[in-house]
């Protein structure tokens, strides 16, 4: 590189390090005005025995003491593990000795060293399950009931989608434009939702809108590295697939607390709801004829991480990665969505035709009914 063009690239990179010397040492009296004020999340309560246990992690400027914890605003003992000092973001287990009543709602309250409460409302205690290899087998039970069957089902419409003219194609694959809408919409709303309870230094919205934005990004550049049937199917599958782990996270996380009562009526709605996202993978992969074994593969790429969330939900469940994930699959399946509506161009559909506008009504439609059930 020219000594010149060296010096051009360099000079920037230099005075941004004088002024951060700057802000951080001579600078840093003027700037440093106001009072920083500490911040904690209770991120989780889980009921125990004869005991609550309340996870906590600093999400405020400064570091904090946790000084002691209250339920119902009555001052309890209490034993913070692995100890009271908490670094920034740095989290901590509170647990509190108290004879809880299940269904009976409780507040639990965080006091910090300088005196600032926080507090988390529960509505109903529930007994918490604790992990064990049959829960696993449970949570993976749920999760294929929820994912990878009711996505098999929907891929037995493949013969069907392959056998239909050019006009019915463009339908089908304008019903899968609009599934797939919903779930965009569906993915972002709940990211959205869950983004709100976020403590501020997480910036929630942003941390779903970035999410979705680099799903959106690295789906694109894979996709085009792709050609035909394998890049329609792979890339729904993917979206789907960002969709279902977010899902199941979010079943995981409710049957872990002991929140959520997953009935027969409960699985019948996800399967219905969930079946026609098989749909839309076989309406994108009818024009050509993959094998077996590729299409048991676009199978577990979708349905497959409804397992996984729920592990993860029911385990480790945090809420911000619930928003990354969900964040995540919004910004995929808009990816898809475009991708279907050039498919249908191509071909020289266009949503201007009765049964292509009609198809993506209808796939809104039949995915909003469906919803309901769940």
């Given amino acids: 590189m020219e000594p010149r063009r060296a010096a051009a690239a360099a000079a920037p990179a230099v005075l941004l390090c ?50 002691h914890a209250d339920v119902n605003d009555r001052i309890q003992p209490a034993a913070v593990e692995p100890d009271r000092h908490l670094e920034r973001f740095e989290a901590a287990t509170v647990r509190i000795p108290f004879e809880w009543n299940e269904a009976e709602p409780y507040v639990v309250g965080i ?38 069957v009711p996505v098999a089902i929907g891929m037995l419409w493949l013969p069907l989608v392959r056998s239909a003219g050019a006009g019915w194609r463009h ?32 910036d929630g919205p942003m941390l779903v809108a970035t999410s979705a934005v680099l799903a959106f990004l690295a789906l694109h550049y894979s ?29 995981g996380a409710a049957i872990g607390i002991g929140s959520l009562a997953f009935g027969s009526s409960l699985a019948a709605g996800f399967a219905l709801h969930n079946v026609t996202e098989g749909l839309a993978i076989a309406a994108a992969v009818a024009r050509r004829r993959p094998a077996i074994p590729a299409l048991a593969a676009l199978v577990l ?42 498919w249908i161009r191509s071909e020289g559909g266009s949503l201007g035709r009765p049964g292509v506008a009609g198809g993506a009504a209808a796939g809104m439609l039949v995915m909003y009914v469906t919803s309901l059930l769940v």
């Avoid at 991120?43 to 005991?51: H, I, L």
């Avoid at 529930?126 to 929820?146: C, D, K, M, Q, Y």
């Avoid at 694959?173 to 230094?201: K, M, N, P, W, Y």
């Avoid at 085009?224 to 599958?237: C, F, H, K, P, W």
Wanted: cysteine-free.
């Fill in 18 to 67: 004088l002024l951060l010397a700057y802000v951080l040492g001579p600078g840093a009296g003027p700037l440093g005005m106001g009072v920083p004020l500490p911040e904690i999340t209770v991120e989780r309560v889980d009921f125990e025995g004869s005991e609550i246990r309340a996870t906590v992690r600093n999400t405020g400027p400064i570091p904090v003491e946790i000084a």
């Fill in 111 to 148: 006091t910090v060293g300088d005196g600032t409460r926080f507090e988390v409302a529960v509505a109903a205690a529930a007994p918490a399950t604790p992990p064990s290899w049959g829960l696993a087998g449970s949570f993976a039970a749920i999760g294929a009931l929820v994912g990878v």
């Fill in 171 to 202: 339908a089908m694959l304008a019903f899968t434009a609009g599934l797939l809408l919903f779930l965009a919409i569906d993915s972002g709303a709940e990211a959205l939702d869950i983004a709100g309870s976020l403590a501020g230094a997480f």
């Fill in 223 to 251: 996709a085009s590295r792709l050609a035909g049937a394998a890049a329609a199917g792979i890339s729904i599958s993917v979206g789907i697939g960002l969709h279902n782990f977010g899902e199941g996270l979010a079943i």
């Fill in 301 to 342: 790429i979708a349905g497959g991480p409804a397992i996984l969330g729920t592990w993860t939900g029911g385990f480790a469940y945090w809420p911000a990665a619930s928003a990354v994930f969900l964040g995540a699959g919004a910004g995929a399946i808009l990816q898809v969505v475009i991708s279907v509506a050039g």
